[in-house]
């Protein structure tokens, strides 16, 4: 449903996203994650038409963005990061308006704002001058002018920020159960939530794509080694001299009361691990692995990014 | 044409729902009152016609007044926010930009038909010329939308209110006051200058005659503002 080709876009001279390519096919829910300023809120744009990319293509429901977009433009549900409210008119007229700008006629307004009314859990605020709204509640009224129109796609650009946990909870299944029915982008700088909500997600920085995999393949994919974690009785030294030993692994550390072994990714010591604890004549209370947290990974990916950036200005 | 008159109709609105329009329209009324009685006065009431408000200070009025309503139609979606609803909905810029104009000049059109009771004073206290005054209110309508044209081109610009409200201002009376730079010089050049002034295509309006090249001027100087409105969109896409 979303497919972004060669996507490149300066800003005069500043360099916003670099060649991207990524797609998200039908009834996927993807997560745009990376550090503010990464470039996920431009991807979006051009995404949704706002703006025109520098070069490279990005095609919803099959129409180019660039060319084609009024028609791409119906198809797609789009909540920009600041919320598109007109504050002086109530939720109702306000939802109406966006719903005939989508081009629905009086009577599948009517129909669909009950339904939205319904999905956001707004009832009590229908007749509510958008102005008075909490934050909480704007950020549903934006979500419910983004599906008014039923779009394939829905794009959300930061759709938690600024709003209580509840309220977070609360949107984010909402997302949840609309990624059933609808493709979902939508873009973050918080990890847990992406892991949370997506199926998959496309890590951007400095508007680069740095990594791109369903979640758990992603912890696969990064780490390049995995860690077993192992509860000895016996002599801490000599258990460490010991599990050194065992061909293959890479380090072992001690992190009272455990032994951490890092180990080369796709390839299982934990077998010769055990042997090695028995042959020294040891007992193993316990033995599990380490997943690198996701947290883990976009630090690691966001650092080696800049520590590579740092050699190349060495040289 | 359907999106244009959604977006027309909600500017429209916004405006009756907005204080600011009510305190703009106020004042509004409230000056043009003054010197419509200031211009009766200083004919010790014996003119029944309505030149005097229409005159320079009049029309000063009414651009100064358009420049104010036309200055929050593109800045202030751009800080709401709503600019991203607008621009990502399934409308064509130009309707957008139709749509925002024709708003605000219904709203200009509501304050102009609120001064009526000017004329229906004198056609109640005397026997005024109905030509002059029907031409006139043509001359300040016309005068309007190309103030407002400009003020929302001023708007598409930026995203502060009072900086579009000050270079609308700026663009008005440069286009106002070279006509008298016009006037003042001979020859060809002066003649050029004249006729690209806002200033002096106004006085045949208020002596009612209808002059064929006065509306052209102003509806072209009406539709190169929207064209140059409907550019500055198109760019702030590409930037």
């Known amino acids: ?77 789009y909540l920009p990061e600041a919320i598109p409210l007109y504050t002086d008119v109530t939720v109702r007229s306000y939802l109406d308006f966006a719903g005939r700008l989508r081009g629905l006629d009086r009577n599948q307004i009517k129909d669909r704002i009950d339904d939205v009314v319904e999905i956001c859990h707004l009832e009590e605020y229908i007749d509510v001058l958008i102005g008075k709204l909490s934050r909480g509640f704007r950020q549903r009224v934006g979500v419910a002018q983004a599906i008014i129109h039923e779009p394939e796609v829905m794009i959300l650009d930061e759709p938690t920020i600024g709003i209580d946990p509840i309220q ?23 990890l847990p939530e992406v892991s949370m909500i997506c199926d998959r997600v496309v890590i951007i920085h400095e508007g680069q794509i740095v990594a791109e995999d369903r979640i758990e393949n992603l912890s696969n994919l990064l780490k390049g080694s995995w860690n077993v974690r192992l509860e000895v009785k016996g002599p801490v ?28 990714a796709k390839q299982d010591l934990r077998s010769s691990l055990m042997t090695a604890i028995v042959q020294g004549g040891w007992t193993i209370h316990s033995m599990g692995t380490i997943d690198m947290s996701l947290e883990d990974i976009f630090l690691r990916l966001t650092t080696e990014e800049e520590s590579q950036d740092d050699e190349e200005f060495e040289e | 044409m359907k999106n244009t008159i959604l977006i027309a109709s909600r500017e429209f609105r916004s405006y009756l729902t907005s204080p600011m329009a009510y305190i703009v329209a106020c004042v509004f009324l409230a000056l ?33 007044f358009a420049a104010v309503l036309a200055m929050r139609l593109i800045a202030e979606e751009k800080k709401l926010g709503t600019w991203e609803l607008l621009l990502t909905a399934p409308v064509r810029d130009t309707e957008v930009v139709l749509g925002k104009f024709l708003g605000s000049l219904g709203m200009l059109a509501v304050m102009l038909a609120l001064t009526l009771y000017f004329p229906l004073l004198l056609w109640a206290f005397g026997d005024p010329d109905i030509g002059p005054i029907i031409t006139g209110y043509l001359g300040l309508f016309l005068l309007g939308a190309a103030s407002l044209s400009i003020g929302l081109f001023a708007s598409s610009i930026t995203t502060n209110q009072i900086v579009a409200a000050v270079i609308a201002g700026g663009i008005l009376a440069v286009l106002y006051f070279i006509g008298m730079a016009g006037d003042a010089m001979s020859g060809a050049a002066g003649n050029i200058i004249s006729y690209i002034s806002l200033y002096s295509h106004f006085p045949a309006f208020m002596v009612g005659i209808i002059d064929t090249k006065a509306i052209i001027y102003y509806l072209s100087v009406t539709a190169l503002f929207l064209f140059l409105s409907m550019r500055s969109v198109e760019t702030g896409r590409w930037s």
């Open chain 1, 1 to 77: 449903m979303i497919r972004v080709q060669n996507l490149t876009k300066y800003y005069g001279e500043r360099l916003a996203v670099d060649n991207i390519n990524f797609n998200v096919a039908r009834g996927e829910i993807v997560g745009l994650l990376g550090p503010n300023g990464a470039g996920k809120t431009t991807t979006m744009r051009i995404l949704t038409g706002f703006l025109m990319p520098t070069s490279g293509d990005a095609w919803v429901a099959d129409c180019n963005m660039a060319t084609n977009s009024l028609e791409g433009r119906q198809h797609i549900g």
């Open chain 1, 237 to 264: 030294k000599a258990v460490t001299r010991k599990l050194q030993q065992v061909r293959g692994v890479i380090e072992v550390r001690y992190e009272k009361p455990y032994h951490i072994v890092e180990c080369p």
């Open chain 2, 32 to 64: 043009m009152g003054a010197l419509f009685i200031w211009y009766l006065d200083s004919t010790d009431y014996q003119d029944t016609s309505i030149t005097g408000y229409l005159d320079i200070w009049g029309n000063l009025v009414l651009m100064l």
């Open chain 1, 168 to 190: 977070v909870a609360q949107t984010r299944q909402l997302i949840k159960d609309l990624g059933k029915e609808h493709t979902v982008l939508i873009s973050s700088h918080i």
